[in-house]
């Protein structure tokens, strides 16, 4: 009788356990229905995405020129052995700056190449599935990190984090955008993404450097691995992207190439490309400089970024609070942005300690955070009022801005430094944004347009929730044709003038004008 009492209570204990974990899914996937709570899951989930992205492309600065060095070492001895002279030691050392130049261009180089694909499948097929496919790749590729023996390995894995880069970067910065449609919202949101983003970069080196150093070369990558692949059970538990049925009707976005030669932006994706120079043509000189100029500690070479973090995140905190007043001087930030990113690039060849050098890196780091808080949700808001409401191409292009500066910098500033030196270097970089700023002047009149002038806004009885909200603009502009149409056909032709090339009739602009006006007075 007790032991049936026994595994009756048992029963019934599990019973109620299972009853209260059925309840309490029930209520996660009840909450998941809220559009603000999907929002923040989705900032969570798209900011844990950047910032191993960002964590595995700089990671590997103090783990793999070593490694590498030692196994060149351990490849030459037997070679040196036999010989008896160190012209092939001095040869291998330089086609290891070679190779080590080249693997950490890799990344960037097969991102560029692919973005603008992504960009078009993005458009196609919805935010959540290329961000599975992002984190994926990401994931293999910080394995193949891990347990890599050999420069081939190594290559084929940096190479492969290119490609997962482009569907989790573009994608996660597209999902934001698409969420949080408000000016306000849509700043703090990616202002958020961009901190993430400096965190991982600016914190992977000491993290990377100190776990090599005691614990070996694959810990660094494992613990990265595991943290990407609770990110990606996360996304689909929360999320669960293939049961999504809303991409089925998704409206047709504007193709890539129409966005590229848009002049708006263009001078946009330009802005992004200067603003990183300094940064991805420095993270790969400095070293050498700090050691021959300043005899600086591999602790403090190590270190060097790391104080920069905290202005770059008081820089977006500032461009989020000015934006929400201001929305209109989006523009003045960014080029107020890029001047400090070449006064301080200039001033770095100035420096003579570590501690003078602290303050250009902070000022380019802050310089950079107020150009790309600015510019980031200007890309979508031109897309808004210029385009169709669809982000995966313009934020692919965002993508390749970034990506042309750091495919450059870690083959093109090494030549620069050897050819004509490090203070010519800093000095062209710091007058290229200086030069650069006064084009940004070419969006002030854009930046004026309040976002309640939009077609999305001005169609859109209700606010937009999201995902993708532009199938019900497509409707609203059908119907609007319809009604326009009969109108002239009731002889009331001269009512309103042809819509522009991107869709939008002035006479819905004019209207929408009036309306808010009459609202006022």
């Known amino acids: 009788m007790n032991a049936d009492g026994g595994s009756s209570g048992l029963a019934r204990s599990a019973a109620v356990k299972l009853s209260e974990m059925g309840a309490r899914t029930k209520q996660l996937g009840t909450a998941m229905r809220d559009p603000q709570r999907q929002r923040r899951v989705i900032l969570v989930i798209v900011c844990v995405a950047l910032l191993l992205d960002n964590m595995l492309y700089m990671v590997i600065v103090p783990i793999i020129p070593d490694y590498l060095a030692d196994l060149e070492n351990e490849q030459s001895e037997p070679r040196a052995n036999g010989s008896g002279n160190d012209t092939g030691a001095r040869g291998g050392s330089a086609n290891l700056d070679v190779q080590i130049g080249v693997l950490f261009a890799s990344k960037a180089i097969l991102q560029l190449l692919v973005n603008p694909l992504s960009g078009t499948f993005i458009d196609r097929v919805g935010y959540d599935i290329p961000l599975l496919i992002g984190l994926s790749v990401m994931f293999l590729s910080t394995c193949i990190f891990a347990f890599g023996e050999n420069y081939a390995t190594l290559f084929a894995a940096r190479s492969l984090q290119g490609l997962g880069s482009a569907f989790a970067d573009t994608s996660g910065l597209a999902m934001i955008a698409d969420k949080y449609t408000e000016e306000a919202e849509r700043s703090r949101a990616l202002g958020i993404a961009l901190a993430f983003i400096s965190f991982g970069s600016l914190a992977a080196p000491p993290f990377g450097g100190v776990l090599y150093e005691f614990a070996g070369k694959r810990v660094p990558f494992l613990v990265l691995a595991f943290v990407c692949l609770a990110d990606g059970f996360l996304f689909l538990a929360l999320l669960r992207p293939f049961s999504n049925r809303t991409r089925e009707n998704m409206p047709v976005g504007t193709p890539i190439h129409r966005l590229m030669v848009d002049p708006y932006i263009a001078v946009v994706a330009g802005a992004l490309t200067v603003c990183n120079i300094p940064l991805a043509f420095l993270e790969p000189t400095i070293a050498k400089w700090m050691e021959s100029t300043m005899h600086s500690t591999r602790w403090q070479v190590g270190l060097t970024w790391l104080p920069a973090f905290f202005p770059h995140v008081l820089g977006v905190y500032v461009t989020v609070r000015l934006a929400a007043r201001h929305p209109n001087l ?76 750091y495919a450059m910098g870690p083959v093109v500033a090494g030549q620069i430094v050897h050819s004509r030196g490090f203070v010519q270097l800093n000095l062209g970089m710091g007058l290229v944004n200086v030069l650069y700023a006064p084009a940004l002047l070419l969006l002030r009149n854009v930046c004026r347009m309040r976002p309640s002038y939009s077609e999305r806004d001005t169609l859109l009885d209700e606010p937009p929730q999201g995902l993708y909200d532009a199938i019900r603009l497509e409707e609203r502009r059908a119907d609007k044709s319809e009604k326009r149409s009969k109108k002239r056909g009731h002889g009331d032709e001269g009512a309103c003038g042809p819509p522009d090339e991107n869709g939008f009739d002035a006479f819905d602009a004019f209207e929408a004008r009036r309306s808010q006006s009459d609202e006022f007075t």
């Open 330 to 405: 989006q523009w003045f930030y960014g080029a107020l942005g890029l001047v400090i990113i070449g006064a301080s690039s200039c001033t770095v060849p100035a420096c003579k300690s570590f501690g003078q050098l602290v303050a250009p890196l902070c000022g380019i780091c802050f310089g950079i955070a107020l150009v790309d808080t600015a510019l980031l949700p200007t890309l979508a808001f031109l897309v808004d009022v210029r385009h169709v409401s669809v982000y995966g191409s313009v934020y692919a292009i965002a993508d390749i801005s970034y990506s042309v500066a």
